[in-house]
Each structure stands twice: as structure tokens, then as C-alpha cells.
């Protein structure tokens, strides 16, 4: 891969982290170089000693309003030690190899997620069209919308000229530059937050180490590595579709986790993968450690010597790339296939969208998996259907299916041992036991017959079916 070129995409990308970044520390109710700080490791490890080159991780938005009631009653020492642990328990996610627990994540639920965010990351950006609580009128706003159609647009028709330059960094630079020029009245990255600072400084969070601090730090500790954890990983999915290539999830698990404690260390925020500052460097050519660690190291120049430059950033521009990002992100193929994908996995979708919008990301995903799971356990219980014979005396039921919780009540309604015969037989060729309740089920089932003074011979079992069955007490014959 091109060294420039990976290197020019981490510079952009750059850009797009501060006021991002920024914003998210605000939220959160802390200083704005608690966020750059934490952008600067979590961006910087991970893109060395990750899993994924050419993904973007830092502070992210998810996790800083996990911690928003934290910080407010128990202020930021408590908050790093949050941070600490939840970098803990990501290491040991990825230690323990529970990475791969992502391909559980069915596709409608990916889609709906990518659409979420997509509609997040435009939505957000509208909080830079207002000032000071209130929204920009006049003047200030006719710049304001012009500057971002601008920005969009050279973003958009650069790569029909040449594709030696990533097009988002020549908006932000270009726009940059007319409007330092012209002096128009535009609101800049400066007006956000300073940004100057010094190098961050190892220290341990002033917190009492007893079981009251691990109660108090612990669910937020949790929650914020199971947010963490989620978009990563689904970020993972989608940079891998993108590219074309296969991640390690373990190794980007414990890169994160290692990143996180980091962080947490040297008074920094936590962070996780970001959907929209890896869109940018992915379609700014970004492919390699290159990019990603080019991105995290700029965050702190920024901080030690480059602020007054970068303070004077028109946030048009910024936020004009954000909609290009919002746009590109959007999977819109996902609306084409709606009216043609079966009816539950399109609901599934609008509806993983809709929650990551109205609520957050972690809710939606759990949410998509156990409706798709509910789905599935639905579709599959009501399949479930056997052949009859009757021979010599003996009717014999031959089950076709899956036999499960969810299938129990189905197959029960397939057997009448008051009207069959002395002897009956269950063959299980064609069914699958699938669980406990499938191995009560069957035992319940020989029970009913005893009852009715009958025989109930169970065949043709798997080994391990067969061994479940005979410790239930059920005896199994060939």
C-alpha cells in the first residue's frame, strides 16, 4: 500500500477526530482534552496492535453518555477508574477468544445498525448550526449552509478530477483557507474548545481502593465495555465487507481493552471503533496501520503545537464531511430490498434502525438479536411435522425437523396415545434434539404412553442423543 497515500488519510481523518471528540468530552460533562487525550492512545494502539488496519477507534459518542451520571455525582477520578476497568474486561474479552460471538449478529441487524448511525451522525451534526443554545439566523447561517454545500461538493466531484488527494481533506484545507481569506463570520473549531495542552501524565485514579469504589464504578464499568465491545465489532463487520479482507477480532478486543487502560491512565476519556471517522479514512484511501496511527499521533501535535491552526477550522467544513460520511454510510440498497427480503427480516431492520436512533447502539443490536432470535425459534418450531405407518401391529412416527423448546407444543399435537395401538414406534432419523427441553419432551412422551398401558420404542438416535436419552431414563434401541 502507498505510504502518502495512507499517511494523507490519517491526516484527514485527524481532522474530523477533534471536534468530535471534543463535543463527546462535553457531553460528558468533562474537559475537552479528556477527549483528545483518549482519542490520541485509543487511536494510536489500536491501529498498531489491533486487528483491523484501516479502522478508526476513539472517544467515542456511545460511551461518553454511559458515564454522564457518573462524572455528575462522583466526579473524574471515579470516571478513570471506570474507564481503567472497562479496559480490563475488553482485554479479557479478547483474551478468552469471544470475538467471534459477532457472526451471531444476523445481517438485517448489521444493516439497521449501519442505517442508525448513519441517521446519528447526520442528526448530530445540527448542534453546529446553533450558538449558543440558539440556532444561527441570518448571516451567520447563510454562510453557515453555504460553506457545508461547498465542502459536500468538493468532496463529491474532486475524484471525477484526480484521485491523488483524499477530497475530504482538500474541502476541509480549501474551505479552510477561503475562509481565513475572506474573513467570513463562521464559526470555527476554536469556538468549541481550546485545544492547546501538554503531554498527558501517567497517574493512578485518586480513588479508595475497596468494595464500595468497585460498586459504585462496576455497572458503569460493564456497560461501558459491552457498548465498546458491540461497536467495535459490528465497525469490524462492516470495515471487512468494505475492504474486502478478514480482521482478527480477538486481537482488535485486546487492543481496544490495552487502549482503554491506556487511556484510562493517562486521564483520558474511553473509546471504542467510529463508524464515521473510519468511513472518511477508508474512502480517503486508508487501508494500513499507516493511516490509523498517522490519525491518532496528529490528535496529540494538535494539542502540543499545531492548535492555533487547527482552532481556526471552519466547523462547516467538518460538518460538511460528516454528511458526506452520513450519506455514504447509509446503506441505501437496504430500502431497495425491503418489499423483496422476507417480511420479518425487513421489520428487523426498520426496527434495529429506528431504536439505534431513538435510544442507542448496544439496546438496538441486543434488541435485533433476540427478535431475530424469537424469529427464528418461531419459524423453525412451527416446521417441525412427521410420516405415519402402521405394519405388523405397530405404528411408527417418523418426526421431520428440529425439536426444541420453541417446537415442543408442535410435535406433542403429532402423537395420540389414547387412539394408537399397544405398540409405537418413534423413529428419529429425520429429528434433531437440540436441547434439554427436547430430551424431556421425548421422556414425557414415553411417559404418556406407559400411562395409556402402551410401549412407545424410540429409534435410530444419534450417539449423543441416545446417551441424553438413557440418562433421562428413556431407553433407546437401533
Known amino acids: 500500500m502507498n505510504f502518502s497515500k495512507n499517511a494523507l488519510a490519517g491526516l484527514t481523518t485527524s481532522f474530523a477526530l477533534v471536534p468530535e471528540c471534543i463535543a463527546f468530552a462535553l457531553v460528558a460533562h468533562l474537559n ?15 491501529a498498531i496492535f489491533g486487528g483491523r488496519p484501516g479502522m478508526i477507534s476513539g472517544a467515542a459518542g456511545s460511551m461518553a453518555v454511559v458515564i454522564v451520571a457518573l462524572v455528575a455525582q462522583h466526579g473524574l477520578q471515579y470516571f478513570l477508574a471506570t474507564v481503567v476497568l ?15 460471538l459477532v457472526t451471531m449478529v444476523p445481517h438485517p441487524v448489521m444493516l439497521g445498525f449501519v442505517n442508525g448511525l448513519a441517521i446519528v451522525i447526520a442528526w448530530s451534526q445540527l448542534q453546529h448550526f446553533k450558538a449558543d443554545g440558539a440556532w444561527l439566523q441570518g448571516t451567520s447561517l447563510v454562510w453557515m449552509c453555504g460553506l457545508v454545500v461547498l465542502t459536500m461538493l468538493i468532496v463529491y466531484l474532486l475524484p471525477r478530477l484526480t484521485k491523488a488527494l483524499p477530497p475530504a481533506l482538500v474541502a476541509i484545507v480549501g474551505v479552510g483557507v477561503l475562509s481565513a481569506t ?14 492547546a495542552g501538554g503531554l498527558p501524565v501517567f497517574a493512578l485514579p ?28 459490528l465497525t469490524f463487520n462492516l470495515t471487512d465487507e468494505i475492504t474486502e479482507t478478514r480482521g482478527l477480532p480477538n486481537r482488535e478486543c485486546v487492543a481496544l481493552g490495552v487502549a482503554n487502560v491506556a487511556s484510562g491512565l493517562f486521564g483520558g476519556m474511553g473509546g471504542c471503533a467510529m463508524i464515521g471517522q473510519t468511513m472518511i479514512n477508508l474512502s480517503s484511501g486508508g487501508r494500513t496501520r499507516v493511516s490509523g496511527a498517522v490519525s491518532g499521533i496528529m490528535i496529540l501535535l ?21 454528511f458526506v460520511v452520513a450519506q455514504q454510510t447509509f446503506a441505501w440498497s437496504s430500502l431497495q430490498v425491503l418489499g423483496k427480503v422476507p417480511r420479518h427480516d425487513a421489520l428487523l431492520i426498520v426496527a434495529v434502525t429506528a431504536i439505534t436512533v431513538a ?3 448496544a439496546v438496538a443490536v441486543l434488541c435485533g438479536i433476540v427478535i431475530a432470535a424469537l424469529s427464528f425459534a418461531w419459524r423453525h418450531a412451527r416446521e417441525i411435522r412427521a410420516d405415519v405407518a402402521e405394519a405388523d401391529g405397530v405404528k ?14 408442535h410435535f406433542n399435537e403429532l402423537f395420540d396415545p389414547q387412539a394408537d395401538p399397544q405398540q409405537v414406534a418413534l423413529d428419529c432419523r429425520h429429528l434433531r434434539l437440540a436441547d434439554h427441553s427436547a430430551v424431556v419432551a421425548v421422556a414425557t412422551l414415553s411417559e404418556r404412553y406407559a400411562k395409556a398401558g402402551k410401549t412407545l420404542q424410540v429409534q435410530h438416535l444419534s450417539k449423543r442423543c441416545e446417551t441424553l436419552l438413557q440418562r433421562s431414563g428413556v431407553m433407546a434401541t437401533a
Open 32 to 46: 475537552p482534552l479528556t477527549g483528545l487525550y483518549g482519542a490520541f492512545f485509543i487511536c494510536t494502539i489500536t
Open 86 to 100: 472497562s479496559g480490563a474486561m475488553m482485554l479479557l474479552f479478547g483474551v478468552l477468544r469471544l470475538g467471534k
Open 182 to 195: 475572506l474573513g467570513l463570520p463562521v464559526r470555527t473549531l476554536g469556538d468549541m474548545a481550546h485545544i
Open 206 to 233: 485518586e480513588v479508595p481502593m475497596t468494595m464500595d469504589t468497585l460498586r459504585i464504578v462496576f455497572p458503569y464499568a460493564l456497560l461501558m465495555a459491552v457498548v465498546g465491545l458491540l461497536e467495535t465489532l
Open 302 to 322: 494538535f494539542i502540543l503545537f499545531l492548535s492555533p491552526l487547527i482552532e481556526r477550522i471552519p466547523l462547516a467544513a467538518l460538518v460538511g464531511v460528516m
Open 359 to 361: 435510544t442507542d447502539l
Open 396 to 409: 411408527t412416527y417418523t418426526p421431520h425437523g428440529t425439536l426444541f423448546f420453541a417446537s415442543i407444543a
